[in-house]
């Protein structure tokens, strides 16, 4: 098996590293594990794409580039430049240092990464390690991922669907904030959570030459999203896979809108 790793921290982020493992352990001895990722820390980019500008790619290995761009320019050259010649069978995002779960998965470089690998027909899967106080700051950080992706991964690339729409299926997987593997409750199929207040806010301060800042402030309130939720059942102990799509379409607005539109 061929995988293409990406990821919206960078590529000299920890997360990389434990994502090239888990390729690693994929693709078996006599797979290729190809790396094309940030050159720089891109987290909250979303799916955003540089288009009125070129970006430029340095190797630094037989299989590793950095881009100046963003997570999905990483996949746009891995797809369209690195790997033109041996496209990969899976692209892999992140595994990202904190969760991207309910509202934070619109902003995610990480997420925008595997969208933009799906809606190029190929399987991919963003994953994500959810920080709290029983891993923040422990001896491995993603203790949980490091031990539960590679069993997970092969559930889905053995059983799960993908190419079943033009907008091709994605998944999106957080691991648990756990510091001991004992307090992992297992894997939970999930939906995108939302929270009842806006994920973010503007901060402002003011300077020491009195010039006038705004820095972004992420709120709270996963403990009170659904059950069933990625947000509520990761930070319970879960970790989640949420079937994603590129497709925005309120399908469940149409009949309305027809009506509205009727007249």
Not at 148 to 162: C, D, P, V, Y
Not at 220 to 239: F, H, I, M, V, W
Request: include cysteine; proline fraction near 7%; charged fraction near 20%.
């Amino acid at each position: 098996m061929r995988i293409l790793v990406t990821n919206d921290d960078g590529i000299n982020a920890p997360g990389l590293a434990v994502a090239e493992a888990i390729a690693a352990a994929i693709a078996g001895p006599d797979g290729e594990v190809w790396v094309v990722a940030p050159a720089f820390e891109q987290s909250g980019v979303s799916h955003a794409i540089s288009f009125v500008r070129p970006m430029r790619i340095e190797r630094f290995g037989t299989h590793r580039f950095a881009v100046e761009g963003s997570p999905a320019d990483c996949v746009l050259a891995g797809l369209g430049d690195v790997m033109a010649d041996c496209p990969p069978d899976l692209v892999l995002s992140g595994v990202n240092k904190g969760h991207n779960v309910a509202e934070d998965t619109l902003y995610s470089g990480t997420v925008g990464a595997a969208m933009e690998a799906a809606m190029h027909g190929h399987k991919a899967i963003a994953m994500s390690q959810y920080f709290g106080p029983d891993n923040r700051g422990a001896p491995d950080e993603f203790l949980a991922a490091r031990n539960l992706a590679t069993g997970i991964i092969g559930n889905l690339l053995a059983k799960a669907a993908w190419a079943d729409n033009r907008y091709g299926v994605f998944y999106n997987i957080n691991f648990p904030p756990v510091g001991d593997m004992a307090d992992v409750k297992g894997c939970k199929a999930t939906f995108q959570g939302h929270r009842p207040e806006p994920s973010f806010g503007v901060i402002p301060q003011e300077a020491p030459n009195m010039r006038r800042y705004l820095w972004l402030g992420h709120g709270k309130g996963n403990a009170q999203t659904e059950p069933g939720s990625d947000s509520r059942e990761c930070l319970n102990g879960y970790a989640t896979v949420t079937p994603l799509r590129a497709d925005l379409t309120a399908r469940d607005a149409l009949p309305a809108l027809e009506a509205a539109l009727g007249d």
